[in-house]
């Protein structure tokens, strides 16, 4: 789960880590008395679950209020469009109005799960404020890596190591070394995927302060962090991803028109892989799930027939823990609630498997059973859409 800017850093503000003073505004008249309240001058940032505002027109200096009404009326009137939010954007209903910042230096932290190490690893980069991909490209040696044992946590010589890492003086490196160990709680209490921090900046003064703040947390999690789901904006979630979500259903949106409903995570990744290699473009990745009821596959299904892309789709079910019979009951239960004519092409095998091809060949639904993935994938391609 993505959390936006202003509350990532309300996290940041409870683990002593230093932020903005900022005022969360949803209208143009807001925006404006928090840029008076905050001395006549600010940033204002939309707020969206994407990366690249600034490049985007969503993040911008403004020197009265009135300049701040107007950027937030026009912020507030749009989606924004990044390489992280696809063609239709993301749309914009909060703002973040902050006070200016004094920069003298502009750094990059951040924490992620390293696959390598199969543990936690602090990045930092002096190359701060700057896309960080780009980075990773052209300059990797500027990125310095710090794996940190989850049994001990991060270690004093660490943050030293790291502090030195960044060139920082005595003047700073005590108080950016705390930071650190505050960002590495932040991402251990609350079982964050990522935490980052872009720029980190070292004030005129020699502040440390978090700019910006991006914090993603682990969804597999979130029943140990009630007060974390307030944080949700479905607004800013894909609707079907949201709605499957909700049903407990494994679903990520694609950009194919192939349907795919399938029983099992290693199963539906091999799916996409041979629909992809026959030619033809999966719509989605979702996994039922193994105790699935008739209820349960036919709102999976139905999350399937609701995007308006797919034009076919694919079964692949291995009975095991979810019989072929209850997956045929609820695809057709589906399949009659919602009138839908799309062609099914589907491939099943174990348990009750023939009471299940029985359910779906006489229930009237335009259906073509395959034996074989590979058949099935074949069959997908063929059909005319």
């Known amino acids: 789960m993505n959390i936006h800017e202003f509350q990532s850093k309300e996290v940041f503000a409870l683990y002593g880590i230093p932020v903005p003073r900022g005022i969360v505004a949803t209208t143009p008249a807001e925006a404006k008395t928090a840029t008076q ?9 939309a707020q969206i679950h994407a990366g690249g ?10 020197r009265s209020p009135g300049e701040a009404e107007e950027a937030a009326q026009r912020m507030l009137a749009s989606n924004i469009v990044t390489p992280q939010t696809g063609p239709d954007g993301a749309p914009v209903e909060k703002l973040l109005i902050e006070e200016l910042a004094d920069i003298k230096q502009e750094l990059y932290v951040a924490l992620t799960i ?3 190490h199969r543990g936690p690893a602090i990045l930092v980069s002096t190359k701060g404020g700057m896309d960080i991909e780009e980075v ?13 044992d989850p049994l001990s946590g991060l270690m004093p010589f660490q943050t030293r190591r ?10 700073v490196a005590g108080d950016a070394a705390k930071v650190l160990s505050a960002l590495y709680r932040v991402f251990v209490e609350n079982d964050c995927t990522l ?6 900046i070292i004030t005129g003064d020699d502040r440390v302060v978090a700019l910006d703040a991006k914090i993603n947390l682990d969804d597999d999690s979130m029943f140990r962090h009630a007060d974390l789901m307030a944080y949700r904006d479905i607004n800013q979630e894909d609707p079907l991803e949201a709605q499957a979500s909700d ?6 949106n694609l950009d194919g028109d192939v349907g795919c409903l399938v029983n099992g995570a290693g199963l539906a990744m091999a799916t996409l892989d041979v629909t992809n290699a026959a030619g033809a473009a999966p719509a989605n990745f979702l996994d039922v799930g193994g105790g699935a009821t008739p209820e349960k596959v036919a709102n999976a299904v139905k999350i399937i027939l609701s995007d308006p892309n797919v034009k076919r789709v694919l079964v692949n079910i291995f009975g095991g823990i979810l019989r072929c019979d209850i997956a045929g009951e609820g695809i057709v239960l589906a399949y009659k609630e919602t009138g839908s004519t799309v062609p ?14 029985e359910i779906l060949g006489t229930s009237g639904l335009p259906v073509v059973f395959a034996e074989t993935l590979t058949d099935a994938a074949d069959a997908i391609k063929q059909l005319k859409v």
């Not at 309240?37 to 940032?45: D, F, I, T």
């Not at 502090?163 to 920082?168: A, F, I, M, Y």
């Not at 049903?247 to 990520?252: K, P």
């Open 53 to 62: 505002r600034g490049k985007s027109g969503g993040v911008q200096l403004v």
């Open 247 to 252: 049903l407990n259903i494994a679903y990520v």
């Open 114 to 116: 390293d696959r390598g």
């Open 195 to 200: 935490v980052e921090i872009n720029p980190l």
């Open 37 to 45: 309240e905050l001395g006549g001058q600010s940033v204002v940032k």
């Open 344 to 357: 099914l092409v589907v491939r099943m095998l174990g348990t009750n498997v023939v009471e299940g091809k």
């Open 136 to 148: 990773a490209a052209n300059n990797p040696e500027d990125i310095h890596t710090e794996p940190v």
């Open 162 to 171: 790291l502090v030195r890492q960044l060139g920082l003086g005595p003047a």
